[in-house]
Structures are given as C-alpha cells and as structure tokens.
C-alpha cells in the first residue's frame, strides 16, 4: 500500500514538474526545436543588418559591390530598366573591369510582366560590361507552361562572406514610389556570417541548374567573418524549392505562428493566405495570443486588397486585430513572434508564393532586431486605419463582392 501511494505521489511530483518545464519553454526555442527537426540549420555566428527603405538598401549594397574583390553573385525575381538598375549595373561593371566575377539571374517573367523591362539590347550592353546575365527560365511558347513555378528570390552574395535578401527588386520607386500607389515600403538585410553560405548555395545551384554550368568550390565558400559573441544573431534559412522542399514555407510560417505564446505581428502586401497559415492564426487566437496584421490599402496589383479585406475582415471576427495601411504600399514581408524572434524574406502570405514560387525567408532569432520589427509596426499603425465592425459596413457592396468572390480563388492567387 505504501509502495502505491510512493508511486501516485511521484507521478504526480514528476508530471507537475514536466508540465511547469513546458510552460516555462520560450516561443523560440520552441520553434527552433521545429526548424532543426524539420532539417533546417540553425547558424550562430551572424550579424544582421536591417535595411529599412529603399535608399538604405541601394546605398549600402553599392557601397558593398564597390568592395568586392572575387565574385558577386545576385539573382531577383526583376531589374526594372531605370535610374536605380544603371547605378548597380555601373558598380558592378567597374569591378567587372577588375577581374571580380560578376553573374546575375532574374526571373524572365518577372521581367516580362514589368514596366520597364530589361530588353535584348540592354541585355546585350551589360554583357559588353562583363556582366554574365541571364534569365530564370525563358517564357517560351506556349507559355502557360512557364506561368506557375517563377524564381521570386532577392538575393545577393559578395565574396562568399556577405549576404542580402528581403523584399526589395532593382527599381527606383522603392526610394521615388509610383504614381499609382505612392510611396512603395519594403525592408532588405545584410547578413554577416555563417548564413551567407546558404544563401550561396540556393544562388549557385539556380545558377548552375540554368546555365549548365559548374560554378564552385572552395574559393565560393571562404571561411565566414567571425562576429563578437556580443553581435551574434542566430539565423535559419528558409528556401522554398518547388519540387524539392514544397511545403517548406508554410510548414516554418505556420510553426512560427503557433509557437507563439504572447502576440504575432505580420505585415504583408499579398495577405490571401493558404489554409495552412489562416488554420496556424485561428488556433493561435483560440489560445488567447494577440494577432495583430497590416496590410495595404491599395497595392500595385488590381482585386487583390478587396481579397484580403475580406479575409481579415474573418480574422477580425475571431480576435484579430488588423491595420490597413495608408501611407503607400507596404510591400514588406515580415513577421515578429512575442519579443524573441522574426522574420524577413520575399515570401507573399499568399498562395503563388507558398505553394508555387521560389522564396527564400530569414528566421532571426534576435531580441534586438525583433524589437527594431516590431517598432516599425508601431509607428506604422499611426500611419493606418484600425479594422472595425463599423467602417466595414461602410465599405461599398461592389467591394465586399470583389472581396468575397477574390476569397473563392484564394488557392491561385
């Protein structure tokens, strides 16, 4: 009998003390828990620098070309033919004409559905520059065969040791906006470190797997900059490869979300998410986190607020609160979960980028440069219109049908 009860009491001892050792589990070390289970490293030694406008990002990454000495490698969804485009071009044809090597990919759609286009003849000038340029799989006829799975990556690499992604293209409205949506907002970074060796790879093995070419080895992959203890970030690479890594995306977006115990912050210009992350948001709210999202009033792509009005306007009725902007177009992408970890990347919360795109997303796990997120968040609400019951009903019939009847073709939007 003694025995009996020594055992309940122990079970009981012991089941306690479990429980309070999963309450006491952080949302990033919960998460992280998932990404390297999922196969995804983590490094340690990085630093991150936020790039918060588009003047900041050209600035600092033609300051960085110029210092190239061996290779710079770029590959973006688009470089529109501009004042921007001609300024890196120029850059990087100088230390072309240095003996670095240059090679850039962009995405032949991307191209083909800009405004201003990089054309035969452009092409042909930045090859005269020694620029290698070429295009992410050629829309050839019939071209509905190339429509689905476009390379909507922004990445560049400089010697193996520093790396960028984010939102931002290669075009001047991120610093002078368009007429149609007025001031355009996104955010880049530059990483520092071990990471950049994964941004390396994704670049190399588009490259090669487009040109036939065998770019590599070890002049490509140098031993990282060392960063202070003090500076280090750690960071997940996240790259979502069509027919290798399909899920990728969304499966880290939804743990992300879920591994939440206190408050999400989300913007994003495209917010028609898939199944995946609206189920992730609803069970988040259920558990009582604060889920609060922003997206754009207006965007640069016709029916697609009115969709997304109509899913928040859902979200909202369950306990989110949500923003939409009205300062310009916020094409950011990003993501801020309680006060330990975030993320910035190219990745659209919506079907093209989940489950047809090429994206590529960092997951930083940085108090700092998640608090630096979440204060952009903050001063952008004052700059926002807050989601009501109210000014819903005040919302035009036309747009609450182009809204519903968008909502209806969420899985190809």
Not at 6 to 34: N, P, R
Not at 206 to 214: G, I, L, P
Request: charged share 20%; aromatic share 12%; proline share 5%.
């Amino acid at each position: 009998m003694q025995r009996y009860i020594l055992l309940i009491v122990t079970v009981i001892f012991f089941g306690s003390f479990h429980l309070d050792a999963q309450e006491k589990l952080t949302s990033d070390s919960i998460f992280a828990k998932y990404v390297e289970d999922y196969g995804i490293p983590i490094t340690e030694n990085n630093n991150v620098t936020l790039l918060t406008s588009g003047q900041e990002k050209f600035e600092d990454l033609i300051a960085h070309i110029k210092k190239a000495k061996h290779h710079i490698h770029l590959e973006y969804f688009n470089f529109r033919n501009d004042s921007i485009a001609a300024a890196v071009f120029e850059a990087l044809a100088e230390r072309a004409a240095h003996g670095v090597k240059v090679r850039a990919l962009f995405d032949a759609f991307g191209n083909w559905s800009n405004n201003k286009p990089l054309r035969r003849r452009h092409l042909d000038q930045i090859r005269s520059l020694g620029i290698e340029i070429v295009k992410f799989d050629p829309m050839r006829f019939p071209y509905i065969n190339h429509a689905i799975h476009r390379d909507h990556r922004k990445i560049v690499v400089i010697d193996g040791l520093i790396g960028y992604t984010g939102g931002m293209n290669i075009a001047d409205y991120y610093i002078h906006g368009l007429p149609k949506v007025g001031n355009w907002y996104d955010m880049h970074m530059r990483i520092e470190g071990s990471a950049v060796r994964y941004l390396q790879e994704i670049f190399i093995n588009t490259w090669n797997t487009q040109t036939k070419q065998h770019v590599g080895g070890p002049q490509y992959y140098p031993d990282p900059i060392q960063i202070p203890d003090s500076l280090q970030k750690p960071i997940a690479i996240v790259d979502r490869l069509p027919r290798k890594t399909p899920s990728a995306m969304r499966d880290i977006y939804s743990a992300a979300i879920l591994s939440a115990q206190h408050r999400v912050r989300i913007i994003n210009p495209y917010f028609i998410p898939t199944k995946t992350i609206k189920r992730a948001i609803r069970k988040a709210l259920a558990k009582g986190v604060k889920v609060e999202i922003m997206v754009p009033s207006k965007a640069d792509i016709p029916f697609t607020p009115e969709t997304s009005a109509y899913i928040v306007n859902k979200l909202r009725k369950l306990g989110a609160t949500i923003y939409f902007f009205d300062g310009g177009f916020h094409h950011t992408k990003i993501m801020t979960v309680d006060d330990t970890f975030c993320t910035v990347g190219s990745a659209n919360l919506n079907s093209r980028s989940l489950r047809y795109d090429y994206e590529t997303n960092a997951f930083i796990f940085d108090k700092g440069i998640t608090a630096q997120l979440d204060t952009l968040f903050v001063n952008d609400t004052y700059r926002s219109t807050l989601l009501t019951p109210e000014n819903w009903k005040q919302r035009s019939a036309m747009k609450k049908f182009m809204g519903w009847f968008g909502g209806l073709l969420t899985p190809f939007l």
